[in-house]
């Protein structure tokens, strides 16, 4: 047996040691280039990373007070598994002030980050054989989540032609018999679309005429949306199908609360005690520091929000600018989020100052991490290529040098474009 060939015995056998599910399951891209980025670091490289999907503003001083004063009055044990009771309220409150949701305390759950709510949710639903639909480009969790159920993903080409949106017709068509969940994401991690409420009536439509079919909204990214654009959410949209469609949320972008790790959710009950029953073999609950500063996040002055979408719009406008001068790149506005798709198109088929031939977006990505220094993710992992996903949480400093760094790269290039990549 040849090296090569025990390592690769050894891999199936480490694999065969797991969960079928799991051991089919590819790690988050999203983190596999932060620890490319670890790496460069660690060798002495400088770095600028736009890849993180994190806000880099502090989370707001009256959020972290009150989770300094919950540890003082001794807020650390236990709380209800589905969240403590003030929370929920606050929980029920925002859906109706700002998604006019009118949804009681009971009618919501608190988990450990958005991320736990959407794998919640999957969880005590799918069964072998389930299909779920799921636009792309999307949030590389989605369908690892599914597979990880013993579910199908069924992933829907959305282009850039439909502005990155599921139309009606599309949606339509990816929808059988065995299709248990459709995933919408608004505005969207990777593209920064935002569905119009006629988008959403036009979707909802659709899915009146599919009454087996469960309905995931995830609203995440509500507050960061610009150009004065109303956010809507399906189930505000169509009330008559809430009583089958999971509203969730967080706080991880709206008060920059990532490493908080608190979620929520609105939706029918027989679904939310289901992923109470999960989580009650599983976390017990979320954090209780952290669930008293999401209440003072989600109950206290708002101003954060405001302020923080209009630094994020303006960060925005101006990454369009500097990005409109890279030759070979080209990127729709986004209307939300703090990402940029943008088309690496113009540069496939050219070939980098240390001979490197660009021979996809991926290609594109490590190019631009080893020879300009900037982090960026492939649009492919999120399951559209050839675009990246250059998110601008950073401040203006940093998005400028970043912009100067990839313009150079860009200049750099030499050989024909749009080769056959043979
Ligand atoms: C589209 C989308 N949904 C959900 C989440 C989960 O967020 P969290 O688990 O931090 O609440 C993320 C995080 O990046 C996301 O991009």
């Given amino acids: ?70 540890i003082r009055a001794g807020h650390t044990r236990y709380t209800q598994v589905a969240g403590l009771h003030a929370l929920r309220e606050a929980v029920a409150a925002k859906f109706k002030r700002e998604n006019g949701l009118d949804v009681g305390w009971r009618s919501t759950i608190v988990c450990t980050g958005g991320k736990q709510v959407l794998f919640n949710a999957l969880a005590a639903t799918l069964n072998a054989g389930d299909e779920v639909v799921i636009p792309a480009p999307y949030w590389v969790s989605y369908p690892e989540m599914v597979q990880l159920c013993g579910a199908r993903p069924i992933t829907v080409a959305c282009g850039e032609e439909v502005g990155f949106k599921l139309t009606p017709k599309a949606l339509a068509d990816a929808i059988g018999p065995r299709t248990r969940w459709v995933i919408l994401n608004s505005p969207s991690n990777p593209t920064g679309a935002v569905y119009s409420p006629d988008e959403l009536a036009a979707l909802a439509r659709v899915l009146l005429n599919h009454p087996h079919v469960l309905v995931m909204s995830d609203d995440i990214y509500e507050h960061l949306i610009f150009d004065g654009v109303c956010f809507h959410t399906i189930a505000q949209v169509e009330p008559r199908l809430a009583s089958r469609t999971l509203t969730m949320n967080g706080v991880s972008k709206a008060y920059a609360m990532t490493g ?13 005690e289901a992923m109470e029953k999960l989580q009650g073999q599983q976390t017990s609950g979320a954090c209780s520091i952290a669930q008293h500063a999401a209440l003072a996040a989600l109950a206290g002055p708002q101003d954060f929000v405001a302020a923080t979408r209009a630094v994020f719009q303006r960060r925005r406008d101006e990454m369009l600018g500097m990005l409109s001068e890279c030759t070979g ?20 088929g050219r070939t980098t100052s240390q001979g490197l031939r660009l021979v996809d977006d991926e290609a594109v990505a490590n190019a631009l991490l080893d020879e300009a220094g900037v982090a960026v993710m492939s649009g492919s992992a999120f399951g559209l290529g050839p675009f990246l996903r250059i998110a601008y949480a950073l401040d203006s400093a940093a998005l400028r040098e970043a912009c100067r760094a990839i313009r150079s790269f860009c200049e750099s290039l030499t050989g024909g474009q749009h080769a056959d990549g043979a």
Avoid at 260 to 272: F, K, M, Q, S, V
Avoid at 329 to 339: D, I, K, V
């Fill in 260 to 272: 908080w790790r608190i979620g929520y959710a609105t939706g029918p009950r027989w679904l939310l």
């Fill in 329 to 348: 790149l080209r990127c729709p506005a986004p209307s939300g989020a703090f990402y940029a798709f943008v088309s690496c198109e113009g540069l496939i």
């Fill in 1 to 70: 047996m040849s090296a090569q060939e025990a390592v690769a015995d050894a891999r199936a056998e480490r694999l065969r040691r797991l969960n079928t599910h799991l051991a089919a399951a590819k790690p988050s891209a999203t983190y596999r280039m932060i620890d490319r980025v670890a790496e460069r670091r660690a060798s002495g490289a400088r770095v600028i990373s736009l890849c993180a999907g994190e806000p880099d503003f502090d989370t707001p001083a009256h959020v972290r007070e009150a989770a300094i004063a919950a």
